[in-house]
């Protein structure tokens, strides 16, 4: 897509800048490209959906600090809200469309979570994702999880399984009604629950915060290697776009104050 496009070549151009390159493409390549992708945007029509506003450390403090973690249903936000944002991952990965569109073969289940220890001897968790956005055909990618203090999707792990035992094959992020049923977690029934909240402390929205781009975000504001976030985050390429909403959160720790003497 035309969009597509200007991310990538925005992105050469900016990783070229960065290295004290010169920029790849003159000024008269740029007007004959752009000419061209203005041509293609006329011709696909350039709509576009409103980028959707990146979670923050804050908002994730004051998701932990609202939802009742004995509660089944809540327990279950938790889980899903804490691994998306540490683990920087879509929202399509830790829910589903409804009840009836669970599958194992395409979403998490609980025999795709694994606990272990690094060669430091420090914990981790490795959800091993069966279908994936950006995998190759055939391809399973893997989450890495760690410890992050009070906010530890480790944590909020294990005391999913301890609220919410399942079966190894019975979804990943699931909880249970009022019968004992085991029930995914429909996507529009968790973003209720996390709008509403994040609503009540102020950080209004009608539709949901990213996930994936607060947990880039976070790290990013922590000088994680780009590259690290990149390869950790799934993302092919370190398209621009990425980087100019991470970079608004973070701004100010680069640019602030500069004019005083």
Request: some cysteine.
């Amino acid at each position: 897509s035309v969009g597509v496009a200007r991310k990538y070549l925005s992105a050469v151009r900016a990783w070229h800048i960065a290295q004290g390159w010169p920029p790849p493409l003159s000024d008269s390549h740029h007007d004959r490209i752009n000419w061209s992708l203005r041509g293609l945007e006329n011709l696909h029509g350039g709509r576009r959906k409103p980028l959707r506003p990146p979670i923050s450390l804050a908002m994730l403090a004051a998701l932990k600090a609202t939802l009742v973690l004995s509660d089944p249903f809540d327990v279950c936000i938790w889980a899903m809200a804490s691994c998306a944002f540490f683990g920087m991952m879509r929202f399509g990965e830790v829910s589903v469309a409804s009840r009836s569109a669970f599958n194992p073969l395409k979403h998490l289940t609980r025999a795709h979570a694994f606990f272990g220890h690094d060669l430091q001897s420090n914990p981790y968790a490795r959800l091993d994702l069966p279908s994936a956005k950006t995998a190759w055909t055939g391809e399973t990618q893997s989450v890495f999880l760690n410890e992050q203090g009070d906010l530890c999707p480790l944590s909020a792990l294990r005391n999913l399984a301890s609220v919410v035992p399942a079966l190894t094959n019975d979804p990943l992020f699931s909880w249970r009604d009022n019968k004992g049923d085991i029930r995914p977690m429909a996507k529009i029934w968790a973003l209720e629950r996390i709008n509403s909240i994040l609503m009540a402390w102020g950080w209004g929205t009608t539709f949901g915060h990213s996930f994936q781009i607060g947990g880039a975000s976070f790290y990013l504001a922590k000088k994680i290697d780009p590259e690290i976030v990149r390869i950790a985050g799934h993302w092919r390429s370190l398209v621009y776009e990425m980087y100019i909403r991470a970079f608004e959160q973070i701004s100010s720790q680069h640019l602030a104050n500069a004019a005083l003497l």
